[in-house]
Structures are given as C-alpha cells and as structure tokens.
C-alpha cells in the first residue's frame, strides 16, 4: 500500500515552453501533497504544500507564478512549470500524506521526474 | 530552529559492519521522525519513523535510536550489506500537517 505514482518520469523540453508533472496517490486519498526539487547529490528543497480543494502554499524564494499547481482531488496533484528555462531542470518529487495518517502522518513520495530544458 | 542537521556526509562500511547516521534538531515542537532511503534517480522510500514517545524502534535490520533531551536521533544499520549502499535522509515535522524539514544525507556505500 501507500502508492505514490509520477508522470512522466522524464521529460526534455525547449526553452519557453510549459511542462505539466502528475502526481497520484494509488490506494488512498492524500489531504495534502508536498512537491519538492532535487539538484544533484543535494537534498530536497520544499517548494510548496497543496492541500486538496485549496490554493497552495508556496516556501519564500519559489515563485507562484512560475510553479502552477493545481490539487483538483484526493488522489492527483499537478505541478506545472511554466515557460521552462535551463535552470529549471531538476528532479522534481512529489509526497503525499494519507488522509487517516494524522496531522504528522507518514508522507509517501513517487519516483520523480527529471526535468530537462534545452 | 527549523534546520535537521545530519552526519556525516558520506561513510564506508564494510559488509557486515554497522552503519551509523546522526541527526540533530532544535525545534521541540517536531514530533516526528523518519528516515528516508533514496537511491540514484528514483523518490525516497520510507524506511522508518519514530514519535518522541519511544526511545528507540526497530524493524529488521535498521534501528532508530531517539534522545529527546539532546535533541538527537539516529539509524543503525545493522550487517550491513551492498545494497544497502544508497543515499539516507533523516527528516522532521511538527504538528498541524506541517512539512517534512530534511538533512542534507548520508551517502553510503557498503563494500564487499
């Protein structure tokens, strides 16, 4: 159990363009989903908490305007990374908590999704 | 007051020996702990967690051990073995679905 899923698990896009990450919880419903970036051989960087039916919670230094996401249900979150630049690639890496794990209930992460813009 | 601090950086362990990674906090109001296995190009994988209420806590070969005086805690792996070679994060979160604050990892290689 506790199944986190991204698609896709690696994209390569050009400059400018958007890319738009999913993230599902398999087998149960996820109140709230973390989305976190990862650059090499470093640890994740928290960049935002979704909680389902409301606006997200962006950490200082990420911009909302740049980084859409989108919590439209219980089991899918959705990062998109508008207008991509090359210091936009990463590994990007969502988490979810399950809806009956409490308030500090155990967060599952996907496989991620490596980035790259050309 | 929100950082997890963690060492070392990296460490070599021969197979069979016992891993140690150390994590330290400052802010008393995390009340839980997990530990994070992540291997190259992939998310990292719940290992095992602890509450502030246990000292320690143990699943097959890995171990937590929790000070909450010192506000400390670490994973023990036990007979170590080359596929335990991987990076470890310890992390942290306080109440209210706050989220997880992790260290900075372990990278670990376990030689045969």
């Known amino acids: 159990g506790a199944v986190v899923s991204q698609h896709p698990s690696r994209v390569i896009c050009k400059s400018g363009t958007s890319v738009k990450i999913e993230c599902r919880s398999l087998d149960f419903q996820a109140t709230t989903m973390f989305w976190y970036r990862q650059f090499p051989k470093q640890s994740l960087m928290l960049m935002a908490t979704?909680?389902?039916?409301?606006?997200?919670?962006?950490e200082q230094g990420v911009e909302k305007d740049k980084f859409l996401i989108n919590h439209a249900s219980l089991t899918l979150s959705t990062l998109t990374v508008t207008s991509a630049h090359p210091e936009d690639s990463s590994f990007y890496i969502c988490?979810?908590?399950?809806?009956?794990?409490?308030?500090?209930?155990?967060?599952?992460f996907g496989p991620g999704t490596r980035l790259t813009v050309l | 007051q929100q950082q997890v601090k963690q060492s070392p950086q990296s460490l070599i362990v021969q197979k069979g020996g016992i891993s140690i990674i150390n994590c330290a906090y400052e802010n008393t109001a995390f009340d839980y702990f997990p530990w994070y296995q992540q291997f190259p190009g992939k998310g990292p994988a719940l290992l095992i967690a602890i509450r502030p209420d246990v000292s320690e806590k143990k699943e097959g070969r890995f171990t937590i051990s929790f000070n909450k005086s010192a506000k400390q805690f670490s994973l023990h792996i036990m007979d170590s073995q080359p596929g335990d070679s991987a990076t470890y994060f310890c992390a942290a979160s306080g109440q209210a679905g706050t989220a997880l604050i992790f260290g900075k990892g372990t990278t670990l290689s376990v030689s045969s």
């Open positions: 988490s979810a908590r399950a809806r009956s794990g409490g308030p500090s209930g155990a967060q599952y």
């Open positions: 979704s909680n389902e039916g409301s606006k997200a919670t962006y």
